[in-house]
């Protein structure tokens, strides 16, 4: 079935860093993907919307300047956090809607597991 | 948004019928209910959805009253591997998706 793959799975930078993340839909198209951040025992949190062929959209609180997105294709959305520093450490979940309907599930990938030392 | 409640946490043991309850008073007119788990370290993963009445999928089913005001995710003969976070979710439409929007969720201890 349709599935949301996210690579890397895991990554370790030093501060001031950039890290790039990425996540694909597999086997469908995703014109719109969401991006979420988890803190250790906490819920997720929406970080922005991915919107293929435009500028994403974020959440209030979220610095657009340091977490940048990009989505150039019907399958591909990138997330970069740039200048990372250890406040940033933590678990990025990208995902995407099953179907194009109105309340549409959403098909979400593994994670990557962000530290910033 | 309508938000949603659930209890913190759950235990239970093998081979027993699980009920989580999740309240949304304010649900809207619009608004599926839509349920997911998450195991450590890895994304959600969609369980079940419906607007009323009962769903049934092979691997839960779900409740809901008329007043739709609450719902239940029923986890029948729970095994080890059900022990996981279940997240209820409540749609509001405006986006064009089902919600967005994550509580707290159900810590599910499942136990020999």
């Known amino acids: 079935g349709a599935v949301v793959s996210q690579h890397p799975s895991w990554v370790i930078c030093k501060s001031g860093t950039s890290v790039k993340i990425e996540c694909r839909s597999l086997?469908?198209?995703?014109?719109?993907m969401f991006w979420y951040r988890q803190f250790p025992k906490q819920s997720l949190m929406l970080m922005a919307t991915?919107?293929?062929?435009?500028?994403?959209?974020?959440e209030q609180g979220v610095e657009k300047d340091k977490f940048l997105i990009n989505h150039a294709s019907l399958t591909l959305s990138t997330l970069t956090v740039t200048s990372a520093h250890p406040e940033d450490s933590s678990f990025y979940i990208c995902?995407?809607?099953?179907?194009?309907?109105?309340?549409?599930?959403?098909?979400f990938g593994n994670g990557t597991r962000l530290t910033v030392t | 948004l309508a938000k949603t409640t659930q209890p913190i946490s759950m235990d239970s043991y093998e081979g027993q019928e699980v009920n989580i309850t999740c309240s949304h008073n304010?649900?809207?007119?619009?608004?599926?209910i839509t349920w997911y788990q998450q195991f450590p370290s890895q994304g959600p993963r969609f369980i079940i959805q419906?607007?009323?009445t009962k769903v049934t999928n092979e691997v839960a089913s779900l409740f809901i009253p008329a007043d739709r005001k609450s719902s239940t995710l029923s986890l029948p003969r729970v095994s080890l591997s059900d022990t996981a976070v279940y997240y209820c979710?409540?749609?509001?439409?405006?986006?064009?998706?089902?919600?967005?929007?994550f509580g707290k969720g159900t810590m599910l201890l499942v136990s020999p």
């Open positions: 995902s995407a809607p099953m179907d194009r309907v109105n309340n549409s599930p959403l098909h």
């Open positions: 086997d469908f198209q995703a014109t719109t």
């Open positions: 991915s919107n293929e062929g435009s500028k994403a959209t974020y």
């Open positions: 304010n649900i809207a007119t619009n608004d599926y």
């Open positions: 419906g607007y009323k």
């Open positions: 979710l409540v749609g509001d439409g405006l986006r064009g998706y089902s919600t967005l929007t």
